[in-house]
């Protein structure tokens, strides 16, 4: 069984096919090893299915900061910054709803309004504890992939609990 027929452009065509072919799929090889050790790549995963959680837990809830339920876009912020912060990156008290517009961006995290919102929804007890010094956290990529399965399934459970 011949792939082609015995013309030359015909097997020509053939082989410049395959020739592509195999080129894209050793250039998706190579680029899903290199992205496996990109430490970036699984950080922005891990970011991503934090705030898609936290955006889809506070739903229905206003704007930690300044309580508008407008129909604004909205972001994850954080009370104390991510940056700064590691240990608190992907810590669910951390991360509430947030207008993205004024408060999240306008008014880098407009934190005094969020203090109080965030005193209301989650005690003091649990500010004092965020606001207080934190262990330097370095993430490594298997802390990563487990921050985003940890999310990605609890989005899973979220979204079947409230579309049933």
């Known amino acids: 069984m011949q792939p082609v ?13 395959k020739r592509d072919s195999d080129f ?7 680029k899903k090893a ?21 955006k889809l837990r506070d739903f229905d809830k206003p704007c930690i900061s300044c309580g508008t339920t407008a129909n604004v876009q909205y972001a994850a912020g954080h009370y104390r910054p991510s940056g700064v912060n590691a240990a608190l990156r992907y810590d669910e008290s951390n991360i ?14 407009n ?17 004092e504890w965020l606001e207080s ?15 985003i399965e940890h999310y990605q399934s ?4 979220l979204r079947a609990e409230i579309q049933p």
């Open 154 to 157: 609890k989005t899973k459970a």
């Open 96 to 109: 509430h709803k947030q207008c993205n517009r004024y408060c999240n961006s306008g008014m880098s995290g």
């Open 133 to 147: 010094n934190h262990d330097v956290k370095r993430w490594t990529i298997d802390d990563l992939k487990a921050v």
């Open 5 to 17: 027929c015995q013309t030359f452009e015909c097997m020509s065509s053939y082989l410049d096919n």
């Open 34 to 54: 290199l992205l496996e050790s990109d430490i970036d790549f699984w950080a922005a995963k891990a970011k991503k299915a934090c705030h898609d959680y936290i």
């Open 111 to 127: 934190l005094t309004l969020y203090r109080i919102g965030l005193i209301q929804r989650v005690g003091i007890e649990t500010v």
């Open 24 to 30: 894209k799929k050793e250039t998706k090889r190579r």
